[in-house]
């Protein structure tokens, strides 16, 4: 089956840096999403990106589809930022079942 | 973005004991919704696909007794862990898409399950 990369598994940063984190797909996926799971166990959604660029805030993703790989930037990391991201995504010709990344592990120390 | 309520977000009961978890959208039909559950450090596990009016398909390995779910009605699917041991202490989430299957998946709050 389709397998799913994220890089790097941790991440401690000091508050105010910027940092990238990268999902690879192993196959080609229809959906990709990007979430980021709080303290309490709460996912979030960040972006739902099949391809291209999106923004919100100071967080942005780029999709690039044929490369099978997705980048989610966070610019002047916050402590509320701190948590874990996982990337996800649906293959073509698949049931519709969301497979996951094992996700980054993020600490913003301040 | 759809909203999909996850309640009750914690619970301790005691080993033997049934817990029903209920997964509702708010202000969407979702003739799907999946249920998961997440290991300490650990990515989601899928456990079982619930469809509205018909039988839930569960992944390998997933007991069907053990974990019953109902898909009532468009907006309320709800998992009960049945005769609950130690082993089934974790962390729940139900998801649910608005629209089609390949469109974007929201999630509820989660259940954090402990079995004593």
């Known amino acids: 089956g389709i397998q799913v990369e994220q890089s790097p598994p941790d991440l401690i940063l000091q508050e105010g840096a910027n940092s990238t984190l990268r999902c690879n797909f192993s196959?080609?996926?229809?959906?990709l999403q990007w979430f980021h799971q709080n303290p309490w166990g709460q996912l979030i959604n960040l972006f739902y990106?099949?391809?291209?660029?999106k923004q919100n805030g100071r967080l942005s993703a780029t999709t690039v589809a044929t490369e099978r790989y997705s980048l989610l930037y966070i610019s002047s990391s916050q402590t509320t930022d701190s948590g874990v991201y996982f990337c996800a995504g649906i293959p073509v010709d698949s049931n519709y079942q969301l497979i996951w990344g094992a996700g980054t592990k993020l600490i913003i120390k301040p | 973005g759809a909203v999909v309520s996850q309640h009750p977000s914690r619970v301790i009961c005691k080993s033997g004991t049934s817990v029903k978890i209920e997964c509702r959208s708010l202000?969407?039909?979702?003739?799907?919704m999946f249920w998961y559950r997440q290991f300490p450090k650990q990515s989601l596990m899928l456990m079982a696909t619930s469809n509205e009016g018909s039988k839930a398909t569960y992944e390998q390995g997933v007991e069907k007794d053990k974990f019953l779910i109902n898909h009532a009605s468009l907006t309320l699917s709800t998992l009960t862990v049945t005769s609950a041991h130690p082993e089934d202490s974790s962390f729940y989430i139900c998801?649910?898409?608005?629209?089609?299957?390949?469109?974007?998946?929201?999630f509820g709050q989660g259940t954090r399950l402990t079995v004593v």
């Open positions: 998801s649910a898409r608005q629209g089609n299957m390949n469109t974007e998946a929201f």
């Open positions: 202000d969407f039909q979702a003739t799907t």
């Open positions: 196959d080609s996926v229809n959906n």
């Open positions: 990106i099949p391809s291209g660029t």
